[in-house]
C-alpha cells in the first residue's frame, strides 16, 4: 500500500476513532464518579489499591497473551521506578481533590497538566518555545487561576491536590517520552501499574475498612473499566490523527461536570465555566500550533488525569493513572 493510500484509509478511520475517544471519556467519568462515591466511606489508600489491583488484572490479561513474558524485559527498572512512583503520588492527589471538591473543578484543573508538560520540556528537555506557545501557556495558567477562585476567604485544598496531580502527571509524560525511545508501551504500562499497585499496599495500614460487597464490586468495576477505557483511548489514537481525536478528550468535563449535578447536585459555577474554557481553548491552541509544526502530533499530555491505572498513553484523562503511554510528546 503506497504512503497516499495509507494516509487516505486512516482517514476513513476518523469516525470510529472519534468514536472510541468519546467512548473512553464517558467510561473514565463513570470511573471517576465511582471513585469519588467510595472515598466518602473509604480511605484514599484502599480506594485506590482496589482501583490500581483490578487495573493491573486487566491490564495483564489485555497485554500478556499478545507479548508473552518478554514485556517485562527492561534494563531501566530504576526510572520504571521513579516514573511509577510520580503516577502514584499524581493518582494519590487526585482521589484527594476528588473527596475534597465537586468532580467538574478537579477534572477542569487537571486539564492543566498540558501546560505543565510545555514548561517541563522547557526546563528538562531544553526545548525551545516561542511567543505563540508562551502566550498560551500563559492564557492557559490564567483559567486554571479562574478555577481554583483564589481568594482570602476561598482558599480550596482541594484545588492544590488537583494543581499538584498536574504537575506530577506532567513529569511522568516526560518521563515516557524520554522512556518511549527503548521501551514498549506495553513495558512501560505494565511496570507502572506494578509500581503503583505496589505502592498502595503501603497506604493500607494508615485507614482500612472491610469493604462491602456493593462497594467492593464497585471498586471492581472501577479498576476493570480503567483498562477497558485506557484501550479505548488507544485504540482512537490509532485510528485518526491526534489533531483528530484529542479534542473530544476534553468531553470528560462535559460528563464529569454533568455526573457531579446528577449525583452530588454540584451545580457549575461561573468561575468553574469561564476558566475551564479558557484552559481547554489554550490546550487545543497548543495542540494546533504542534500540528502545524511538525504537520502531525502525537498525543499531548492530558491529564488527568489521568489515572490510577492505566494502558496505553501518557496524560490520560483526570484521574487515571496509568501509562497514558503511546509515546506522547510534550507541547513544546
Not at 516561542?130 to 492557559?140: E, Q
Not at 500550533?289 to 491529564?303: A, D, F, K
Request: glycine residues 8%.
Amino acid at each position: 500500500m503506497s504512503n497516499t493510500e495509507a494516509a487516505a484509509a486512516r482517514r476513513n478511520q476518523v469516525p470510529r476513532g472519534i468514536a472510541y475517544m468519546v467512548a473512553s471519556t464517558a467510561l473514565f467519568a463513570l470511573i471517576n464518579a465511582i471513585v469519588k462515591w467510595e472515598l466518602a466511606t473509604y480511605p484514599v489508600g484502599e480506594v485506590a489499591f482496589y482501583r490500581a489491583l483490578f487495573a493491573l488484572a486487566t491490564v495483564a490479561v489485555m497485554i500478556i497473551p499478545r507479548t508473552g513474558f518478554g514485556v517485562f524485559r527492561t534494563r531501566r527498572y530504576l526510572g520504571h521506578l521513579q516514573r511509577g512512583i510520580s503516577q502514584f503520588g499524581s493518582m494519590t492527589c487526585m482521589f484527594v481533590a476528588f473527596s475534597m471538591m465537586s468532580l467538574g473543578s478537579a477534572v477542569a484543573i487537571s486539564f492543566a497538566a498540558p501546560l505543565f508538560t510545555t514548561l517541563l520540556s522547557i526546563v528538562i528537555l531544553k526545548e525551545q518555545v516561542r511567543l505563540h506557545r508562551w502566550t498560551a501557556l500563559i492564557v492557559g495558567f490564567i483559567g486554571v487561576i479562574i478555577v481554583t477562585e483564589p481568594g482570602a476567604n476561598s482558599f480550596n485544598l482541594g484545588a492544590m491536590f488537583a494543581l499538584a496531580n498536574a504537575v506530577l502527571s506532567s513529569s511522568v509524560a516526560i518521563a515516557i517520552r524520554r522512556m518511549s525511545t527503548t521501551e514498549s508501551t506495553e513495558t512501560l504500562t505494565i511496570y507502572q501499574l506494578i509500581v503503583i499497585t505496589g505502592c498502595t499496599v503501603f497506604l493500607l495500614p494508615f485507614g482500612f475498612k472491610p469493604p462491602a460487597w456493593t462497594d467492593f464490586g464497585a471498586l471492581a468495576i472501577a479498576g476493570v473499566g480503567n483498562g477497558i477505557a485506557q484501550y479505548w483511548w488507544t485504540r482512537s489514537l490509532t485510528l485518526a490523527p491526534p489533531s483528530a481525536v484529542v479534542p473530544f478528550n476534553y468531553l470528560s468535563l462535559v460528563w464529569a461536570s454533568t455526573l457531579g449535578f446528577i449525583v452530588w447536585g454540584d451545580v457549575p459555577t461561573t468561575h468553574l465555566i469561564v476558566g475551564a474554557v479558557i484552559v481547554v481553548c489554550s490546550g487545543l491552541y497548543i495542540l494546533w500550533r504542534e500540528t502545524v509544526r511538525h504537520g502531525h502530533v502525537r498525543p499531548l499530555g492530558l491529564s488527568a488525569a489521568t489515572s490510577s491505572a492505566g494502558f496505553g498513553r501518557t496524560n490520560a484523562p483526570p484521574g487515571v493513572t496509568g501509562t497514558e503511554s503511546l509515546e506522547t510528546e510534550a507541547a513544546g
